[in-house]
């Protein structure tokens, strides 16, 4: 088995039973099934075992906290004209990484036959009425199209995702299958007799083209007031936040909740260390691959942002500056004497912002017009490539051919509850993160953009190129994070991925934002590149401090990350320089904790303490998504 669990709440040891099917799929005879066979299992609870599962998960809890006293789990779904849906059997990316060595039963049967048996479900096949409006779809037509695609997209995810793990997985038609498939599957860990297996709660099924279509009056959206059941689960070990702002009272469709399941992959996985793979050199009167950033006093973490993107496969950085007083910009110096960065000084910028001016005046350098690919991000931004050996030629390999601009969504890495500033890497110290399915605020998911040079764009800005020239439509092809083409999505314009763009499986774009709470009083006080005139406070901290769900994937590039920065100090000056950006940034933060401004600032990030809904609530309700 290759998936691995750390952290409270895992449950590597108890083997359960999932069925991560659909209902009406003989989920009730998978249940009848194991009580025969001595197994403890719940089934159904009128509901509420998917509703405790979406609201566990939400809140950054094991999927089956207070109710794991059971071994089989089968018909997790909630349906709820009011409240919406919850298929809680899609939640299994979730289960697989909290419970490894469980055994998941994908229970299946004929597509039209099982939308049929929905179709006459329930006391007057009231059912299908029900879903409808949980969903805030107008026509019974509507709601089939959506059971449809429903279907073939979780068979086909499941058994793909189920293959990358090696867990204990099966597929199980209840039309055609015997009982011993089942017996025999469960066979490790589970005696048991394929003689109890029966076919209970059966809906008797016609063709769809007999089924009589009920046409349903248009209702509206149906939305839920989350805020008291989020209050009713949290822990009391976990203190509330004792800020003067208003409890939130935003009300929210369900997919809208957060939740930590649509990565393909074990992020709670400790594995390998990734192999410390030599930079190639780029071709002949090429700069190769180039990193593009701004920055301000960003002297303490600069050696291990440029260490880290040249062990991954960058060749070369154009960095502007602007007013550095902390050792920034003598070591960008040293380092362009040797070769490796190029550094433009753009304290003088006049316009909108130093960003801007400085993103204007990349296009025309030499290092940018020679370049293979080019990247902006900032300081505080790292390219996490979870493929192949994780370098940027594995996931170039890893893509469609043809591909020219890759979308990299960001992961909010939060404080993780550091405070005090300490000088070891930052991809090391926090590894707590938001969670992967976060469509609301709006920045949870901003995106940069990795893009060949290919002279498709006339400009680039903070998050992407823009102003694509002519005859360029057909010669460029957007991917996501996981390699979809998104290209009519994102061709020409789109700051940050959505429910149709997102990606994270091959590369994501983890944004340390905060970093300790010692280093965040010298960021609020050095203000920002892009947003000049905003400022960076309480409600900065309380957008991006996500902590709930654990991410390890960067940390196997930790061994070549410090061979990397040994090699960088072995060149002359560039080890004082760093300490003496690590002493400056030390005695700044000491001078700003005797600022009452700034003492009140660090007191009130402390009090702080948010579930993702609450967080989501929160930022939402006082318009913080800016």
């Known amino acids: 088995m290759s998936t691995q669990v750390i952290g409270p709440g895992f449950d590597a040891i108890t083997p359960r039973i999932f069925q991560i099917g659909f209902n009406k799929c003989g989920t009730r005879s998978l249940y009848e099934f194991m009580k025969q066979n001595g197994i403890s299992a719940v089934h159904f609870k009128r509901g509420n075992l998917a509703k405790d599962m979406a609201e566990n998960l939400s809140a950054g809890k094991p999927p089956l906290e207070g109710f794991d006293r059971w071994i089989g789990y089968t018909d997790m779904q909630r349906v709820s004209k009011r409240e919406g849906v919850i298929e809680a059997c899609e939640f299994y990316r979730s289960l697989a990484a909290y419970y490894p060595r469980s055994y998941f039963i994908l229970n299946t049967r004929s597509k039209d036959r099982w939308i049929s048996s929905r179709l006459r479900h329930g006391k007057n096949q009231n059912y299908a009425e029900r879903y409808r409006k949980g969903l805030g779809l107008n026509t019974q037509e509507e709601l089939i199209d959506f059971w449809s695609k429903q279907w073939d997209r979780h068979h086909a995810e499941v058994p793909e995702f189920f293959a990358k793990t090696g867990q204990h997985f099966l597929i199980y038609d209840i039309e055609t299958d015997t009982p011993d498939k089942l017996s025999d599957f469960l066979a490790p860990d589970f005696k048991t007799d394929p003689a109890h297996f029966g076919h209970e709660g059966k809906t008797e099924a016609k063709s769809l083209e007999n089924a009589a279509p009920t046409i349903y009056a248009k209702s509206e959206e149906i939305e839920t007031e989350i805020a008291e059941p989020v209050q009713n689960i949290l822990p009391e070990t976990v203190p509330q936040a004792d800020a003067p702002r208003k409890e939130p009272e935003i009300k929210l469709s369900k997919r809208f909740f957060p939740r930590n399941d649509i990565v393909g992959l074990n992020e709670q996985a400790v594995l390998p260390a990734y192999a410390e793979a030599p930079l190639r050199p780029p071709a002949e009167g090429s700069t190769g691959n180039v990193i593009i950033a701004c920055m301000k006093n960003e002297g303490p973490f600069l050696l291990e942002w440029i260490a880290y993107h040249r062990a991954i496969g960058f060749h070369h950085f154009l960095i502007y500056t602007n007013d550095c007083s902390d050792g920034t910009t003598e070591m960008l110096d040293r380092l362009a004497a040797m070769g490796?960065?190029?550094?433009?000084?753009?304290?003088?910028?006049?316009?909108?912002?130093?960003?801007?001016?400085?993103?204007?005046?990349?296009?025309?350098?030499?290092?940018?017009?020679?370049?293979?690919?080019?990247?902006?991000?900032?300081?505080?931004?790292?390219?996490?490539?979870?493929?192949?050996?994780?370098?940027?030629?594995?996931?170039?390999?890893?893509?469609?051919?043809?591909?020219?601009?890759?979308?990299?969504?960001?992961?909010?890495?939060?404080?993780?509850?550091?405070?005090?500033?300490?000088?070891?890497?930052?991809?090391?110290?926090?590894?707590?993160?938001?969670?992967?399915?976060?469509?609301?605020?709006?920045?949870?998911?901003?995106?940069?953009?990795?893009?060949?040079?290919?002279?498709?764009?006339?400009?680039?800005?903070?998050?992407?190129?823009?102003?694509?020239?002519?005859?360029?439509?057909?010669?460029?092809?957007?991917?996501?994070?996981?390699?979809?083409?998104?290209?009519?999505?994102?061709?020409?314009?789109?700051?940050?991925?959505?429910?149709?763009?997102?990606?994270?499986?091959?590369?994501?774009l983890n944004?340390?934002?905060?970093?300790?709470?010692?280093?965040?009083?010298?960021?609020?006080?050095?203000?920002?590149?892009?947003?000049?005139?905003?400022?960076?406070?309480?409600?900065?901290?309380?957008?991006?401090?996500?902590?709930?769900?654990?991410?390890?994937?960067?940390?196997?590039?930790?061994?070549?990350?410090?061979?990397?920065?040994?090699?960088?100090?072995?060149?002359?000056?560039?080890?004082?320089?760093?300490?003496?950006?690590?002493?400056?940034h030390r005695e700044k933060i000491a001078s700003l904790k005797g600022v009452a401004e700034f003492s009140e600032l660090m007191q009130d990030v402390h009090t702080i303490k948010l579930d993702d809904i609450s967080r989501m609530q929160t930022v939402l309700e006082a318009g913080m998504e800016a």
């Not at 360029?472 to 061709?491: H, L, M, P, Q």
């Not at 010692?518 to 947003?531: E, I, P």
């Open 511 to 584: 944004h340390y934002a905060l970093r300790s709470s010692d280093s965040f009083l010298v960021k609020r006080q050095r203000g920002r590149a892009l947003h000049v005139d905003r400022s960076i406070g309480v409600d900065y901290w309380t957008r991006m401090d996500w902590n709930t769900h654990q991410d390890l994937t960067i940390k196997r590039n930790l061994a070549r990350l410090a061979s990397e920065i040994d090699r960088l100090k072995a060149y002359p000056g560039i080890a004082e320089c760093h300490a003496a950006s690590v002493a400056w």
């Open 340 to 508: 490796i960065v190029t550094h433009v000084d753009n304290s003088d910028w006049e316009g909108s912002s130093p960003q801007v001016v400085a993103l204007n005046a990349a296009m025309k350098h030499p290092v940018v017009e020679k370049a293979d690919w080019l990247v902006h991000i900032d300081a505080d931004e790292f390219i996490n490539i979870r493929t192949g050996n994780g370098t940027f030629d594995c996931l170039l390999d890893a893509l469609p051919e043809g591909v020219t601009n890759i979308a990299m969504t960001w992961r909010l890495f939060g404080s993780a509850g550091v405070k005090d500033y300490e000088d070891l890497p930052v991809i090391e110290q926090f590894d707590r993160c938001a969670p992967s399915y976060l469509p609301k605020p709006h920045i949870a998911w901003g995106l940069k953009t990795a893009t060949r040079n290919i002279g498709a764009y006339r400009k680039i800005s903070c998050h992407r190129p823009n102003g694509l020239n002519d005859g360029f439509d057909e010669k460029i092809t957007w991917v996501n994070g996981s390699g979809k083409d998104i290209t009519d999505a994102r061709a020409k314009n789109g700051w940050r991925s959505d429910l149709k763009t997102i990606g994270y499986d091959l590369v994501q």
